[in-house]
């Protein structure tokens, strides 16, 4: 049974949940997903001794923004949401440094956070961080991007996922995709609904700051005994997603892991992927 918490940060109400005992596992769900999205390996999680939690991006789900509902959005920033996962820390571990991990875009987020507070992260694993200024050539995935986010206000919903599931020059990739274009494991589809609402906000104001976004490179060097980076075996030739893990592993000199399935991995492998994670957190670095 989940015990569920609300953190009130700048702006915003978090809610996160919370399951287990021991050493703190803090889960960061990235796109268009929330807590639910670790719904398939929380409990393998907590049943190998740690305290899991997970929570709801602000603007998203049950994370409501301030103000009324019709407030416009704005863009979202990589440091505030990481401001906004210490302040999950701090409201369940105060005094002791945590695991993380993140998933696409919540591994932007992790990153964030270790860069800005290595004091209050045992270790990171972050899975796939779309950050595409790493590559040689940005331009297209920039382009790409900024094209999916006008299609959004122009033609709509629809049009805008067509676009998003393919590549810059139109190819339709044989891997997995950002959360919510991949069919949901049915641990997970209570889900759906919230991410059909959240996935128009993701679009149009995270995809673009959030896979635009500098990395504290220098922080993150300085750190990189607390870094695990992560890499789908299914999606490793998916250009946006696993080049610039690997460019991020030889920019800080991380290590870098593969994990069983693309970069859905964790909702479409939840019991492997677990035991790997679970494993990357604790393994000695040489």
Same mark, same amino acid.
């Given at each position: 049974?989940?015990?569920?918490?609300?953190?009130?940060?700048?702006?915003?109400?978090?809610?996160?949940?919370?399951?287990?005992?021991?050493?703190?596992?803090?889960?960061?769900?990235?796109?268009?997903?929330?807590?639910?999205?670790?719904?398939?390996?929380?409990?393998?999680?907590?049943?190998?001794?740690?305290?899991?939690?997970?929570?709801?991006?602000?603007?998203?789900?049950?994370?409501?923004?301030?103000?009324?509902?019709?407030?416009?959005?704005?863009?979202?920033?990589?440091?505030?949401?990481?401001?906004?996962?210490?302040?999950?820390?701090?409201?369940? @571990?105060?005094?002791?440094?945590?695991?993380?991990?993140?998933?696409?875009?919540?591994?932007?987020?992790?990153?964030?956070?270790?860069?800005?507070?290595?004091?209050?992260?045992?270790?990171?694993?972050?899975?796939?961080?779309?950050?595409?200024?790493?590559?040689?050539?940005?331009?297209?995935?920039?382009?790409?991007?900024?094209?999916?986010?006008?299609?959004?206000?122009?033609? =709509?919903?629809?049009?805008?996922?067509?676009?998003?599931?393919?590549?810059?020059?139109?190819?339709?990739? %044989?891997? %997995?995709?950002?959360?919510? @274009?991949? %069919?949901?494991?049915?641990?997970?589809?209570?889900?759906?609904?919230?991410?059909?609402?959240?996935?128009?906000?993701?679009? %149009?104001?995270?995809?673009?700051?959030?896979?635009?976004?500098?990395?504290? &490179?220098? =922080?993150?060097?300085?750190?990189?005994?607390?870094?695990?980076?992560?890499?789908?075996?299914?999606?490793?030739?998916?250009?946006?997603?696993?080049?610039?893990?690997?460019?991020?592993?030889?920019?800080?000199?991380?290590? &870098?892991?593969?994990?069983?399935?693309?970069?859905?991995?964790?909702?479409?492998?939840?019991?492997?992927?677990?035991?790997?994670?679970?494993?990357?957190?604790?393994?000695?670095?040489?």
């Amino acid at each position: 049974m989940n015990d569920i918490g609300h953190v009130k940060v700048p702006g915003a109400t978090l809610r996160y949940e919370t399951r287990g005992t021991g050493p703190v596992l803090l889960l960061i769900p990235g796109g268009a997903g929330d807590a639910g999205m670790f719904e398939g390996m929380a409990d393998l999680l907590a049943d190998a001794g740690h305290t899991v939690v997970s929570y709801d991006q602000r603007g998203l789900s049950r994370s409501p923004l301030d103000g009324p509902l019709d407030t416009p959005r704005t863009d979202q920033r990589v440091e505030e949401w990481g401001a906004d996962a210490l302040a999950v820390l701090d409201a369940v @571990t105060p005094d002791q440094p945590a695991y993380v991990f993140g998933s696409s875009s919540g591994a932007i987020v992790g990153l964030a956070l270790l860069a800005a507070r290595p004091d209050r992260v045992r270790r990171l694993v972050a899975h796939e961080p779309p950050l595409v200024e790493l590559l040689a050539d940005p331009a297209p995935y920039r382009a790409h991007y900024a094209e999916v986010r006008d299609l959004l206000r122009t033609k =709509g919903l629809g049009a805008a996922m067509a676009r998003f599931a393919e590549s810059p020059d139109g190819r339709k990739p %044989e891997g %997995e995709q950002e959360a919510g @274009t991949a %069919e949901l494991p049915a641990g997970i589809r209570p889900m759906a609904a919230r991410m059909g609402a959240n996935m128009p906000v993701f679009l %149009e104001h995270v995809l673009c700051p959030f896979s635009s976004s500098a990395p504290d &490179i220098e =922080g993150l060097r300085a750190a990189a005994g607390k870094l695990v980076l992560g890499v789908g075996r299914e999606s490793a030739d998916q250009v946006p997603l696993a080049w610039p893990t690997r460019r991020l592993a030889e920019l800080t000199g991380a290590e &870098i892991v593969d994990f069983t399935g693309g970069h859905l991995g964790c909702v479409t492998h939840p019991e492997e992927f677990a035991g790997q994670l679970l494993q990357a957190l604790t393994a000695r670095r040489p």
